[in-house]
């Protein structure tokens, strides 16, 4: 998946400028998921207002969650459902331990696609339709413009349509969940 990165600053006279302009560097095509695909596009340790350029961390974070008081941008794209359940289990896990780390193994075993996060996320779907699916209740239907906020709670994300799903999440880290 190709995601475009503009990313503002300063100059060194303080004036606002563009950056970085190109693809965002940290993104995952998945091989034993074909069509999954994630995208860390930005990531910050603290989210009060920078003073001058702060620095791109979205390719040395050792997570894609954000800690405390740290945020994180992500784009991801979900094939539909069926791509998941064809999938070699194993090998897809493994990926998934590689590619998504500090997410991963906050999956649930015993429930496929559930996971939980410390984090208060702004998810927008960008394209499609994907269906919320949390610890009680009936699933939610979303569509391109709509918006969750994920507050830290337990829930997985199902495509039940033949396209594929595009969402976009902004993370910000509060306390941490027990694993």
Not at 41 to 49: G, N, Y
Not at 51 to 63: H, K
Not at 163 to 166: F, I, L, Y
Not at 168 to 175: C, I, L, N, Q
């Given at each position: ?7 503002t600053?300063?100059?060194e006279?303080g004036?606002?400028?563009v950056v970085s ?6 993104t ?9 695909s994630?995208?860390l ?9 920078p ?13 894609l969650?954000p ?5 994180g ?10 791509v998941?359940?064809s ?8 990926e ?6 500090g ?21 927008i ?11 009680h209740?009936?699933q939610t239907l ?7 906020i ?12 033949s396209?594929?799903?595009?969402l ?8 941490p969940?027990?694993?």
């Open positions: 998946m190709h995601v475009r990165r503009i990313v600053g300063f100059d006279k004036r606002s400028c302009d190109g693809p965002a560097p940290r995952h095509d998945f091989v034993h998921i074909p069509g999954f994630n995208t596009v930005w990531s910050m340790q603290d989210v009060t207002a003073r001058g350029t702060p620095a791109d961390l979205s390719v040395t974070a050792e997570s969650l800690g405390p008081g740290g945020s941008m992500t784009v991801v794209r979900f094939p539909p459902s069926s998941f359940a999938a070699d289990v194993a090998a897809a896990e493994a998934q331990r590689q590619a998504l780390p997410l991963a193994h906050r999956f649930d075993p015993e429930r496929p696609g559930f996971h939980t996060t410390p984090t208060v996320d702004y998810v779907v960008l394209d499609g339709e994907l269906w919320l699916e949390l610890d209740g009936p979303l569509r391109k413009g709509d918006v969750v994920q507050n830290g709670t337990s829930h997985a994300w199902h495509n039940r349509t396209q594929p799903a595009v976009a999440a902004v993370s910000v880290g509060t306390h969940v027990s694993d």
